[in-house]
C-alpha cells in the first residue's frame, strides 16, 4: 500500500469515528437537562402509556418477549406507508416472535379516524407529546417520524432506527438476528 492510499485510509478512519461521535454525542444533547434517553445496549426505560380506550399498557408486561416500538402519526406519509408492513410481519412471524407496539404521536381523534379507514392488527399506544416526548425519551432526538427501537427479552434496548424499516430490516428485527452486543443496529448488518 503505498504511502498516500495509507494516509487516505487513516483519514477516513478518523472522519468515521468523530462523526460516529459527534452522532452520540448529538442524541444527548437534544434531550432536556436531566432526562434519561433510552440507548442501544441500556436497560429499556419504563414505559406507561394508553391505549385509544384509556387502558394503560406497561413495557414490563412484555417482559420476556422481544418488543418492537413503532412510534408514527397520522400526518406521516412514510409512517403511514409503514403500518401495513409492520401488520403483515406481525402475521407473518406471529407474536411468539416480536411484540409490536404502535405509539401514535399524535392527535387522538386523527389517530381513530385513520385505524377506522385503515385496521392494524397490534396494540396502538398514545405517546405523550408534551416535552421531552416519548419518542424523545426513546432516542428520538431530531423527533423525526418514523421512529422504532427493538427491545430483547432481557429488556435492553437492541437497536433504533430512524426513518421507515425496510423489509429485510424488519425480517432481521422479527427473528431475532439483530445484534445482541449493544451496539446500535446497522442495515447492512447480515446478521
Not at 82 to 87: K, N, T
Not at 139 to 144: Q, T
Amino acid at each position: 500500500m503505498s504511502r498516500d492510499n495509507l494516509v487516505i485510509l487513516i483519514a477516513a478512519a478518523l472522519a468515521a469515528t468523530l462523526g460516529g461521535w459527534l452522532q452520540h454525542e448529538s442524541r444527548l444533547a437534544h434531550a432536556p437537562t436531566g432526562v434519561t434517553v433510552a440507548q442501544a445496549g441500556e436497560p429499556a426505560p419504563a414505559l406507561e402509556l394508553p391505549d385509544l380506550q384509556g387502558h394503560l399498557h406497561r413495557l414490563a408486561d412484555y417482559r420476556g418477549q422481544r418488543v418492537l416500538l413503532n412510534f408514527w402519526a397520522s400526518w406521516c406519509g412514510p409512517c403511514l406507508d409503514e403500518l401495513p408492513a409492520l401488520d403483515r410481519a406481525r402475521a407473518k412471524f406471529g407474536e411468539n416472535t416480536t411484540i409490536v407496539l404502535g405509539i401514535a404521536m399524535d392527535d387522538p381523534t386523527r389517530v381513530r379516524d385513520f385505524l377506522a379507514a385503515h385496521a392494524v392488527h397490534y396494540p396502538i399506544l398514545m405517546g405523550r407529546m408534551e416535552s421531552p416526548s416519548t419518542s424523545l425519551l426513546w432516542g428520538d432526538s431530531g423527533e423525526m417520524l418514523p421512529y422504532s427501537v427493538l427491545i430483547g427479552a432481557d429488556g435492553h434496548v437492541i437497536a433504533t432506527q430512524r426513518g421507515p424499516l425496510d423489509r429485510a430490516t424488519l425480517e432481521r428485527w422479527f427473528t431475532g438476528s439483530a445484534p445482541k452486543d449493544g451496539r446500535p443496529f446497522d442495515p447492512r448488518d447480515q446478521g
